[in-house]
C-alpha cells in the first residue's frame, strides 16, 4: 500500500507514517461493526484470536518486520507470571523488562523528531504488562486491596492467548488508551451486554459521537496548523517579535499541539465504544455511560481553568495508571511532593529520552505547585477573598486564569513538541526563560511572603490562673 499512502500523504502535506498511523485509528471503525456483527455471540477464542490477527496486521502496515519487538515483550512477561506469579519479585521483573525493552528501542532509534516507529506502540504495552503483573500481584492479598485495587486485581493468570488479545486489541493497541485485563475480559465475556436482550450494547451513537469529535480536532489541528507552525517557531521572525505576541503566539501553538493527541485519542475511543469496551455504568439518571476508556474528558478540559484541572482531563487514562500504580505504592516514602517528583520523572523517562519531556515535566511540578501554594495564599488574605467572590469578578477571572494557564501550557510544550535542546533552547531564550524563572524562584518568594509579609492569624488560648481567666496572644508554648 505504498503507493496509496504516498499519494495520501503528499496531498494532506505529511508524513507516510503519519497517514499510516491515521489509516489505522480509523480501521477501527469497521472492524468494530465487523466484531458486533460476526463474533459478538461467538466463543472466546475466536474473539481473541481476532483481536491477535487483526493487531499483528496493523502492526505489520505500519512497523514492518519490527512487530516482533512486541511480541517478544510480551512472551518475557508471560514466563515471569509463570515463574513468580503474584510477587513482589515479578512486579519486580516486569518494571525492569517492560522499561529496559523501551529504553534499548529509544536508545536505538531516537532522532531529532517525533519518531513513528515500533517504539510508540511499545510505550503503551510498557505500561499494559506493568499494569497485569500488578493486577496479579494485588489479586493474591485481596484483604489489603483498596477499593480501585479490588476493580483491577486478577486472582489467576491470564493465558498467554488472553495476553495477546489484550496487547494487540486495536482500540489500544497503537496509541492506547490504557485499560485493565479485568475490564477487557469482563468485555469478552459479555459482561457489558445489553442487559434486557443480550445483544451488542447501544454504543454505536455514543462511539459516532467521539469520531466525529474526533474528526472535528484533527480538522483544527490541520488548518490551524497553517499559521502556527514548528518552522516559524524555530525561525529568525519569530525572534523578531515583540515579547507578547511570542506569548501569543506559543499560547496558539501550544493549544494546536494538544489537538493532535486530542483528536486520536477521540477516534480511538469512537471505535473502542461501538465495540462496547468503555462501558462504565450508568450516571443518576439511569443512563449508559461510556467514558471508560476515555483518554481525554473534552467538556471539562476545555473548560478548565487551573493546571490540576487542565492535566487531569487531558491524558486521562495514562494520569490515572501512573497515579494507581506508581504514584499511590510510594505512600512509604511519606511525601506527596517526592511521590509526585518520581511519578512524573517516571512519566518523562516513559516518553522517551530527549530532554524536552524532563524539562516539560518539571515544569508542570513546579506549576502545579505554585497553583497550590497561590490558593492557599489567597485564603489568608481577606480582602482578596473578598474580592474575588464577587459575582461580578467570577468571570473575569475565569478568563484571566485561562489565559495564565493555557500560556503557562504552551511555554512549557515548547520543549515538549521540539524535543532538542538546540531548538527549545532558543525559543526560551528569546522569552528571556521568563516563566522558568518565575515558577523556579517562586517557592522563594513563597517563603518570603508567608514568612515575614502576610500576617498569621492570631491565636488565642485561654488559661486558667486561679480565679482569673488570662487570655494569651500568640503564645509559643500554647500554640
Not at 70 to 76: A, D, G, M, T
Not at 165 to 174: A, D, E, I, P, V
Amino acid at each position: 500500500m505504498s503507493g496509496p499512502v504516498s499519494f495520501l500523504a503528499s496531498s494532506i502535506g505529511t508524513t507516510e507514517d503519519a497517514i499510516r498511523l491515521l489509516l489505522s485509528l480509523l480501521a477501527g471503525y469497521p472492524l468494530s461493526f465487523m466484531y458486533r456483527a460476526y463474533l459478538y455471540h461467538q466463543p472466546n477464542i475466536y474473539k481473541h484470536l481476532y483481536f491477535i490477527v487483526i493487531g499483528l496486521c496493523l502492526a505489520v502496515f505500519n512497523f514492518g518486520f519490527d512487530v516482533y519487538h512486541s511480541f517478544l515483550n510480551i512472551v518475557l512477561i508471560y514466563v515471569v507470571l509463570l515463574v513468580t506469579p503474584g510477587t513482589k519479585l515479578s512486579v519486580g521483573l516486569a518494571f525492569f523488562i517492560n522499561t529496559l525493552y523501551l529504553t534499548l528501542g529509544y536508545i536505538a532509534h531516537s532522532t531529532d523528531t517525533y519518531d513513528f516507529k515500533w517504539t510508540m506502540p511499545q510505550c503503551v504495552l510498557t505500561l499494559r504488562l506493568t499494569g497485569v503483573v500488578f493486577d496479579v500481584y494485588d489479586g493474591r492479598k485481596k484483604s489489603e486491596l483498596s477499593a480501585e485495587q479490588k476493580e483491577t486485581a486478577l486472582t489467576k493468570v491470564p493465558s498467554l492467548v488472553e495476553l495477546l488479545s489484550l496487547c494487540y486489541c486495536f482500540g489500544g493497541f497503537m496509541i492506547g488508551p490504557q485499560f485493565s485485563m479485568k475490564r477487557y475480559l469482563d468485555f469478552i465475556n459479555g459482561a457489558f451486554s445489553h442487559p434486557k436482550t443480550g445483544q451488542a450494547p447501544d454504543s454505536i451513537q455514543p462511539g459516532l459521537k467521539r469520531f466525529c469529535l474526533g474528526t472535528l480536532y484533527i480538522a483544527i489541528y490541520q488548518i490551524l496548523g497553517m499559521f502556527v507552525s514548528d518552522d516559524f517557531l524555530l525561525s529568525e521572525s519569530f525572534q523578531n517579535l515583540g515579547f507578547l505576541y511570542k506569548c501569543g503566539y506559543i499560547t496558539v501553538w501550544g493549544k494546536n499541539l494538544l489537538n493532535k493527541y486530542i483528536g486520536s485519542w477521540l477516534l480511538v475511543e469512537g471505535s473502542i465504544t461501538i465495540l462496547g469496551l468503555s462501558y462504565n455504568g450508568k450516571d443518576k439518571n439511569g443512563n449508559d455511560l461510556w467514558n471508560g476508556c476515555a483518554n481525554v474528558r473534552t467538556p471539562e478540559f476545555e473548560y478548565a481553568n487551573t493546571f490540576r484541572d487542565l492535566i487531569h482531563c487531558f491524558n486521562y487514562n495514562t494520569n490515572q495508571w501512573m497515579a494507581k500504580y506508581i504514584f499511590k505504592r510510594l505512600r512509604f516514602l511519606g511525601n506527596k511532593l517526592i511521590s509526585q517528583g518520581v511519578t512524573l520523572a517516571y512519566l518523562a523517562f516513559w516518553h522517551g529520552l530527549h530532554s524536552g519531556y524532563y524539562n516539560c515535566f518539571l515544569l508542570e511540578f513546579l506549576m502545579t505547585n505554585m497553583e497550590s501554594q497561590l490558593v492557599s495564599l489567597i485564603l489568608k488574605i481577606e480582602i482578596v477573598k473578598t474580592f474575588q467572590s464577587k459575582d461580578y469578578m467570577k468571570p473575569v477571572l475565569w478568563i484571566l486564569r485561562k489565559i495564565l494557564i493555557t500560556l503557562s501550557m504552551g511555554y512549557a510544550l515548547v520543549s515538549f513538541g521540539l524535543l532538542i535542546t538546540s531548538k527549545y533552547y532558543q525559543i526560551y531564550a528569546g522569552m528571556y526563560f521568563s516563566l522558568h524563572i518565575v515558577f523556579i524562584f517562586w517557592p522563594a518568594v513563597y517563603f518570603i511572603l508567608t514568612t515575614y509579609v502576610i500576617p498569621r492569624k492570631k491565636k488565642y488560648v485561654v488559661v486558667p490562673t486561679n480565679d482569673v481567666t488570662t487570655t494569651l496572644q500568640d503564645t509559643p508554648r500554647f500554640v
